[in-house]
């Protein structure tokens, strides 16, 4: 698998900004898996959390929302995430039966 696209499988949690349950981390800046302190985007909402020892979701510091402000990388991937999340909204439109 390539190292931008690997994941992580975990117990499912809650995103803490819309409570969307996720099992699986894409890890998408490099080839080690998640680790405490490290970012997360929720896929459905792009929520930026931040991960426990045990790697839960916690609410990011001040500090962390002050040193990720702007980072290029984060733009890129709510950008994609975006994207994602509209092509799947169009499809299940494209998929329901006409009324
Ligand atoms: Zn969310």
Do not use: W
């Not at 499912?12 to 405490?36: E, T």
């Not at 991937?77 to 009324?99: C, F, G, H, N, W």
């Amino acid at each position: 698998m390539s190292k931008y696209l690997s994941e992580t499988t975990t117990i499912p949690q809650a995103c803490l900004g819309c409570g969307y349950v996720m099992d699986r981390i894409g890890h998408v800046m490099g080839g080690r898996g998640p680790q405490a302190g490290d970012i997360s985007i929720c896929i459905k909402c792009g929520h930026i959390m931040a991960f426990t020892v045990d790697l839960k979701f916690r609410p990011l510091t001040d500090n962390e929302m002050l040193s990720i402000a702007g980072n290029p990388e984060l733009v890129k991937i709510q950008k994609t995430r975006a994207t994602v999340m509209l092509m799947e909204k169009l499809k299940l439109e494209k998929s329901k039966p006409p009324e």
